[in-house]
Every structure is written in C-alpha cells, then in structure tokens.
C-alpha cells in the first residue's frame, strides 16, 4: 500500500480547511484495498461545530460499514482523545499518521488496543499545522479543548 | 443539583430516539448551574449517520463552549471509548450516567482522568436500552463496532 498516497487525500482535506479559515487537520477512511470510502476535515470554525474534528468527518461520510477491523483511517495530524476513542471502539484496523510534531495524541494507547500505527512524518503537514498553530493558538487551543485564556 | 431531573431531558431524547427506530441513547450538557445549553441523540439509524452518538450530538448543539470543566454531560447509557474520548480530550468535569448495565463503559478511565462521575442506575433508561437491544440486536452491535455477524 502506498500510503503516501492516501495521505494526500487527507492533506487536500487539511488544505481546503485551511484556506477556509478553519482548523487544518484532514483524514480519509479506504478499504484495504485503498478505495476511498469517505474524506473530511475539521469544520468547527467553518460550521461553528466542535464535534467535527478530520477523523470523525471521514467516519461520517464513509456511512454505516459492517466493520472497520480491514480499514484504513490517514489523518493529517496524530489523533487526539475524542478520535483515539473512535478508533479504539469502532476497531479500526489500521491508522496512517501525517504528523504528531505538533500534537502528540496518544499511539501507545492505540496500539494497545490492537490498532496498527503508520507514521509519516510528513513535512507538509507539519508546515501546515505549525502555521495555522502560530497565526490561530486561541482556535487551536479551543479544539483541543484547552482554555489559554489568562 | 437535582441529576434525576437532567437525566430526564436526555431520555426524552432516547425515548424520541425510540420511537423513531434508532438508538435510544440520549444525551444533554449543562452548565453548572443546570441550565440547558444543547441536547441530542444517537442518529445513527436515522440519518444513516455513524459518528452522531447520543453524547456527541448534546455536545454539537451546544456549539462552541470555552471550557467543559464547568459543565454536566447527562447521558441515558455509560459512554462507549468514542463518547469517553470526547469527554477526556475537552475536560468535561461532571458526567451523569442514566445506567450501566446494558452497556459498562469506561468509568475507571474517566475518574482516572479527572473526571466526576455520578451514576444513577435509573430504571427507565435500563428498560428501554434493553427492549432495544432485544428487538435490534444487530443495530445495537454495529453501534459499539461488535460486528455479530456469522
């Protein structure tokens, strides 16, 4: 599987978040076979929705599957608890992640769970972040849901 | 604080939930002094929509809060890892949990976390999870990623 690839997809979601104002962190769920079942991103600066982080959107539009143990989720950006928890109940086989520079997330608990990690260290979508981090840290900080107002 | 009266705005949900052929989880948040700021319900059955858990959709409606610390999460059934993930990644201080019979949870990992926890074993919310699980055993699994098939 070339999952440089399937990181693309995430990171056109990211992009698009970002050129909209919103919060860059996009993903994609595929089949094992590496068809595209469903892409998103973060919309809680776009539609004012806090529940929609990258990870969850891609789970929406990919519908109701019968099972997730032979899927791959690509996210831009390590997974934080809310999607780590989507993860681990929907056994999700398989995670690609773009980057974890600028969020850790959680993998140790994730691969725990029996989830297999794929890191990419990507350099796009570490630009990416760390350049929506420094412009919007108030956004950021409200999506991770830590308050940095003093 | 009177739990038993947040706990039947969130299964009124369930109950509305029910009656529409999906699954009867509901959910509310509330601020600290009880007053209602959103409330939802599982709508995985009626709009085809996996991600929208009971807890998950109070959470949307209540749009973008600050901070959770201050804030009640009530939910008709113990969170699944999902709904536990929310919780834990935007510090929600208080979760009331209608039962946890049908459904255990991850109690120990939310108190680990900071978490208050207030559980009130309501026999309500027992009996309609329960009819539910009776008649739509399938639906129920999927819901939790058990996939029961074979």
Same mark, same amino acid.
Request: proline share 3%.
């Given at each position: 599987?070339? +999952?440089? %690839?399937?990181?693309?997809?995430? +990171? $056109?979601?990211?992009? $698009?978040?970002?050129?909209?104002?919103?919060? /860059?962190?996009?993903?994609?769920?595929?089949?094992?076979?590496?068809?595209?079942?469903?892409?998103?991103?973060?919309?809680?600066?776009?539609?004012?929705? /806090?529940?929609?982080?990258?990870?969850?959107?891609?789970?929406? %539009?990919?519908? @109701?599957?019968?099972? +997730?143990?032979? %899927? &791959?989720?690509?996210?831009?950006?390590? /997974?934080?608890? +809310?999607?780590?928890? *989507?993860?681990?109940?929907?056994?999700?086989?398989?995670?690609? &992640?773009?980057?974890?520079?600028?969020?850790?997330?959680? @993998?140790?608990?994730?691969?725990?769970?029996?989830? %297999?990690? &794929?890191? *990419?260290?990507?350099? *796009?979508? &570490?630009?990416?972040? @760390?350049?929506?981090?420094?412009?919007? /840290? !108030?956004?950021?900080?409200?999506?991770?849901?830590?308050? !940095?107002?003093?």
């Amino acid at each position: 599987m070339n +999952y440089e %690839k399937l990181l693309a997809v995430a +990171y $056109a979601e990211a992009k $698009a978040g970002f050129d909209e104002g919103g919060v /860059p962190v996009g993903a994609a769920l595929f089949d094992s076979e590496g068809v595209l079942l469903g892409r998103g991103r973060n919309r809680r600066v776009q539609d004012n929705d /806090p529940s929609v982080h990258g990870e969850t959107d891609a789970f929406r %539009k990919a519908g @109701r599957q019968t099972t +997730y143990r032979d %899927k &791959i989720l690509v996210t831009t950006l390590a /997974p934080c608890w +809310y999607c780590s928890g *989507l993860i681990r109940q929907f056994n999700i086989g398989t995670v690609v &992640i773009g980057e974890s520079v600028n969020f850790e997330g959680h @993998r140790d608990w994730l691969i725990e769970a029996g989830v %297999k990690i &794929i890191e *990419l260290n990507d350099a *796009l979508c &570490i630009a990416l972040m @760390r350049r929506f981090i420094e412009q919007s /840290p !108030h956004i950021w900080f409200e999506d991770i849901g830590e308050c !940095h107002s003093a």
